[in-house]
């Protein structure tokens, strides 16, 4: 097997004293769709902005491409994340630039191509979530679903090869949700991109989900680790299948399939 | 047919969209296709190409081929044209005359609202008053706390200087006719009737006034207003009334507390010019009396006034973005400001008129 794009070796997280996960340990193929579950509040997005190494684990170590990013140099740190591509929960687009202009702004940083060719990159990205049209408005002119949208424009910007979202589909219609989950396995399929996703949508984590892991609030720890069809079957603990069974029922799987006997 | 060959991707230098049009024009073809020749890579800088392309070819029923391109190219231009373009998007750009409209409407509806705003918080007060109001008791001790206690240290500093200065200005005027003894009565006499509350009333307005426009502006953008105005609340008992009761108890304070650390400025400057203690205390006692105590006293009432209704109004008005959040604090500011120095100079005529 090729070396992990990921790496997190026993990881532990904190905000001062208070942990919030211990132990942590798992890692993410490169090319892989992999999920982040867990009930709300458990420290999905702790986990992520420990990854994208905004904070720094209490223990552990955290690498990507094999680089430990809490002793990556600053070069090392900016090469990597000129091919990463993040949204935030709470969208995190800046609200004084149009949405063409939220997206140009990692191809400005980071190319050498022109005004033009910048402008039709964003007109293409936006396209792509559905938000054709809308360049000249202003985030706060959109839509919450919208916003969140304009958001993962941003992140895809530079076709970056591993990307980071949290709850991307939360918010958006049925539809849009669909089409957001065939957008992220496209751009996985077509550039290879790894995707680390944080997400609530049994649906989606059924359809694009190569790999997971589930954290759980009340041991503080991870329960399980592995491909999310096979942790509904047969996952050790009884609460990751219980997780993961309403997704499979309301994906339309037989009954019999259910861990439980009813 | 288009054959595409080499580097679609990165930086590279491509054809533009209407080069690629003309070509397939010129061939006069009923289909356009596309096929992957040698060596071909493409990113998303082939599809910027590809989608106009596509958009065009739906307009005018081509039918575009693009089997022979690698399949994520064909699904990829699907998802970007599974919506169409927003018909109606048109952006809401403003041309100068509306701007000037705008000017001149804003300014006589930004008057407008300045007075109701006044006027509903007092309304609001009114109610506070007859124990009907949504305020609670423990916001104005922590804005007590925020602009009190907290501010102290900032208006100890200025007032020791601003009655240093004082005392330097007048004794290079008194000096020359012997005179450094009242040296004390000007002193008084300035930070008692003017500078201790308007030097408070400036410290506060870029401290407090400021403060204030910057948590309702965030509050506005992060929707918490909606939130308090939904649940039956209003945002003026709520959030305006404690605020401006806060600033209207703790400014007399300061007045009071800017005054005798002024006096004591002045005491240390005077002692150079050998008037000692004992004098200074004596001639800045006879210099003043309890109505200028009291017209001091009233115009740092007023100023309270002044500086939280600006603040708070500017923090409501705020717009929902981070770039607006820092105006509505500029605009807090400024509007303070001015306003302090125009009732100020209103306060004056009026104690001239009234002899007081
Ligand atoms: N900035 C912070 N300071 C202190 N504690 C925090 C902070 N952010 C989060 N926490 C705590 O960490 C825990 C995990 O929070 P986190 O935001 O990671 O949850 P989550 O799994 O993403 O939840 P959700 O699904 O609701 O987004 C929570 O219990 C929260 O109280
Ligand atoms: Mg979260």
Known sequence: ?262 | MTLLTGCWRGEATLPSVTELRTQFEAARSEQWRFSAGDSFEWDSRLLTRLLPIARYCETEQIELDLSALPPAVARLLGLALAVAPAASAAPPRRTLVDRYRAFWRNLFSGTHASVAFVGECTLAFGRFLRGGANTRGIDILWFIQQCGPQALPIVALISVLVGMILAYLGSVQLRQFGAEVYVADLVTIGMVREMAALMTAVIMAGRTGAAYAAQLGAMQANEEIDAITTLGISPIEYLVLPRMLALILVMPLLYLFSVALGLGGGALVAAGLDVNLLQFINSAREAVDLTDIGTGLFKSLAFAVVIAAAGCHAGLLSGRSSSAVGQATTRAVVHAIVYLVVVDAGLNILYNELGI
């Open chain 1, 1 to 262: 097997m090729a070396a992990p794009h990921i790496e997190v070796r026993g990881v532990t997280m904190a905000y001062g004293r208070n942990v919030v996960q211990r132990d942590l340990g798992f890692t993410v193929g490169r090319g892989d769709i992999f999920v982040i579950m867990g009930g709300s509040g458990c420290g999905k997005s702790t986990l992520l902005k420990h990854m994208i190494g905004l904070n720094r684990p209490a223990a552990g170590h955290i690498l990507i491409d094999g680089i430990d990013l809490h002793s990556a140099t600053p070069q090392e740190l900016l090469t990597l994340q000129r091919s990463w591509g993040i949204t935030y929960q709470r969208g995190g687009l800046f609200s004084d630039l149009t949405l063409a202009e939220n997206v140009a702004v990692p191809l400005e940083q980071y190319t050498d191509l022109d005004d033009a060719e910048i402008r039709d990159i964003a007109a293409y990205k936006l396209a792509l979530v559905g938000l054709a049209g809308f360049e000249a408005y202003y985030p706060s002119n959109i839509s919450g679903g919208m916003q969140k949208r304009a958001a993962l424009a941003r992140a895809i910007a530079l076709d970056p090869t591993l990307l980071f979202f949290d709850e991307p589909s939360a918010g958006l219609d049925p539809l849009s949700s669909l089409r957001l989950d065939q957008l992220i396995r496209e751009i996985s399929e077509s550039l290879g991109a790894t995707v680390v996703i944080v997400t609530h949508e049994l649906a989606s984590i059924f359809s694009i989900a190569t790999n997971s892991v589930f954290l759980d609030a009340a041991t503080k720890t991870q329960l399980d680790v592995g491909p999310p069809r096979q942790l509904a079957r047969s996952s050790r603990h009884a609460v990751v299948r219980e997780f993961l069974a309403r997704g499979e029922l309301s994906a339309g799987a037989p009954v019999s399939e259910r861990s439980h006997p009813s």
